[in-house]
């Protein structure tokens, strides 16, 4: 990957605020003859964390979420983000700088449409953009008569002195007895699938596929164990792997075996170039892979085929081994949890307990299970109205102390050798109004309508997305992101390609996909309310009387959901009894690996409605 030329080497900037950061980029830009660049908060591998060095776009513009992107230009500048963020973005985002823009409401190629000046040369770089990205923004630029520019190294990178340096942290085995299947039978996996597809090889550019196909994790972004890397995987099963050579241990370099070559990442370009010239079929990924990629295959002459990548449907099938180890790990971490729930029942009344408290208290909860690696996420930690705010992230400056009449909502994971967590609570401090009861009853009813869902072979999770949505509309309500998102195996929290949600997805939900069913409400300025599990997908059985077999769900999480905050005579005599019964599985599932005040706790949380 090209480095900016030490000829004419620009002033950077050091820690500075936003507007000086800005005033730099622009000026960057100027010297480079481009009008105007895109900003996306994305890596190389368009992974959710990133590392350090690749937080551009909270560099310039202070925001610092998951999701989103800016546009500047010479005179305006915009930052993208969609509903999980819009509070967010509000709190952390200077307005007189960059515009703050709900992505429903308009897109960053539609505001390019709209503010790009005629004529005007409009710079990205393509290793922090998908080919399906590149033309949707080109056709914007052109439609504002304008043009979408490559650029060689990124000009904010050249702007910012104090930029991390890449991370060099080890690439370490991922254990058989946790990963189920070899690296090597994985392999010749995915060689057929590409023999089938009459391709020669397939670049991978996600480091999630390439940590599962290899059996290897890593520590280089936080909260996902992936090490950085590109890989090409061939049709004989063999595969070229380009990491950093400082990565590789002995050990490690032995498990990978002589089938695997390395070369260091500066090596990927010159290999993709080779696969053209020897006139290869290589399949790329349009939607993850970085349009540089496609672009360098294309110049050298070998046939692309876009499509997905061959990894992520067998990745999202966990096998038998991954499965338990998923069990195990929810066990664990629902013990740990539900030590939480106890406590916090008997702290938070006193009126001392905030936020970030509650939320350390919690990972040291996990920790003292003494196989935490580390959380799969920031822990969200909301009380009152900030638990309104999906994606907040309490700081010194937001912390709040629970008080009694307000709900408290908990978001968090753990990262487990033998599985990856992620399950939310919301938690009445003190008396919960009837409202409160109302809603997060109604939350309640579609997630036991997923949790028991039956559906025939071929359903995506967009078919099912209405079932945990029902009880709200019925009461004029809906909440604003996806219903569930797929969960790796001891990989990302967030991981597809399969998810449910209201947006189409053509991916039919498989036995052994895990999943999350996390219906919500948020009443913006009071409170927030989400009941999230993990579930996975069932093998198909038949239903009494019927035709066909059904696929179902597996719920994996263990912890109690608060009965204060249930109207019984909401729920139907099916509903009650399903709550009934999971309390039940909760309560003996973990009360052998609780203490006695804790168990003696769980007892009273988890008794029949």
């Not at 936020?355 to 003292?368: C, G, I, N, Q, V």
């Not at 995506?460 to 219903?483: I, K, P, V």
Request: include cysteine; charge should be negative; charged fraction near 20%.
């Amino acid at each position: 990957m090209s480095a900016v030329s030490p000829l004419h080497a620009p002033h950077k900037t050091h820690s500075a605020p936003p507007e000086t950061r800005l005033a730099a980029l622009r000026a960057e830009l100027a010297r480079r003859g481009l009008d105007g660049f895109l900003v996306p908060r994305a890596d190389e591998h368009q992974g959710e964390y990133v590392p350090a060095r690749a937080e551009r776009l909270a560099w310039l513009t202070g925001f610092t979420g998951s999701a989103g992107n800016a546009v500047v230009l010479r005179d305006r500048a915009a930052v993208f983000v969609d509903g999980r963020y819009t509070l967010q973005v509000a709190a952390q985002v200077d307005d007189t700088l960059f515009a703050r823009i709900h992505s429903a409401d308009q897109t960053a190629s539609e505001w390019i449409e709209a503010n790009l000046p005629a004529g005007a040369r409009l710079g990205y770089d393509p290793w922090l953009h998908t080919p399906n990205e590149v033309e949707k923004l080109k056709a914007a630029a052109e439609k504002a008569k304008g043009h979408l520019v490559a650029v060689e190294g990124n000009p904010l990178d050249a702007v910012w002195a104090d930029q991390p340096a890449p991370p060099a942290t080890p690439a370490l085995p991922h254990d058989i007895a946790h990963a189920g299947v070899a690296s090597a039978d994985k392999r010749r996996q995915i060689a057929a699938e590409l023999a089938r597809a009459g391709e020669d090889a397939a670049a991978l550019t996600l480091p999630e596929s390439i940590a599962w196909l290899l059996n290897i994790r890593g520590t280089d972004v936080p909260h996902t164990p992936l090490p950085l890397s590109f890989a090409i995987v061939n049709a004989d099963a063999s595969v070229s792997l380009f990491i950093d050579p400082a990565k590789l241990g002995d050990e490690t370099r032995r498990h990978l075996g002589n089938e695997v070559s390395l070369s260091a990442p500066d090596s990927f370009l010159p290999a993709l170039a080779a696969l053209g010239q020897a006139g290869k079929i290589v399949r790329v990924d349009p939607a993850s892979a970085p349009v540089a990629v496609l672009e360098q295959l294309q110049a050298a002459g070998a046939k692309v085929t876009r499509a997905a990548d061959p990894c992520l449907l067998p990745k999202a099938c966990k096998n038998p081994v991954e499965l338990e180890g998923s069990r195990e790990a929810h066990r664990r971490d629902g013990a740990a949890v539900t030590r939480f729930l106890a406590w916090l029942a008997r702290e938070a009344p006193k009126g001392t307990i905030d936020e970030l408290t509650a939320s350390d208290r919690l990972e040291a909860f996990r920790a003292e299970t003494g196989l935490l690696r580390d959380l799969s996420f920031d822990t969200i930690s909301g009380s009152g109205p900030n638990g309104a705010i999906v994606h907040y992230r309490a700081t010194e400056a937001t912390n709040r102390v629970m008080q009694p009449g307000e709900l408290y909502l908990v978001d968090s994971g753990a990262q487990y050798l033998d599985g990856t967590t992620d399950i939310t609570r919301t938690i009445a401090i003190g008396q919960p109004s009837a409202e409160m009861r109302d809603r997060f009853t109604r939350v309640l009813k579609g997630h036991i309508a997923i949790a028991t869902g039956r559906f025939p072979k071929g359903t995506t999770g967009s078919q099912l997305d209405a079932l945990a949505r029902l009880s709200l509309w019925q009461g004029g309500l809906d909440y604003d992101h996806g219903t569930g998102h797929g969960v790796g195996s001891y990989l990302s929290v967030h991981e597809g390609p399969q998810r449910i949600s209201k947006a189409g997805n053509t991916i039919a939900l498989q036995p052994g996909m895990i999943v999350s069913n996390e219906p919500g409400y948020y009443k913006t300025g009071a409170y927030g309310i989400r009941i999230e599990n993990l579930v996975a997908v069932t093998d198909p059985a038949d239903v009494p009387g019927g035709e066909r077999p059904m696929l179902g769900f597996e719920t994996l999480t263990l912890a109690p959901i608060d009965r204060a905050l249930i109207a019984p005579g909401l729920l139907t005599p099916e509903e009650r009894g399903w709550m009934d019964g999971y309390h039940a599985r909760v309560r003996e599932t973990l009360a052998p690996l609780l203490d006695a005040e804790t168990r003696t706790w769980l007892e009273e949380a988890t008794r029949p409605l």
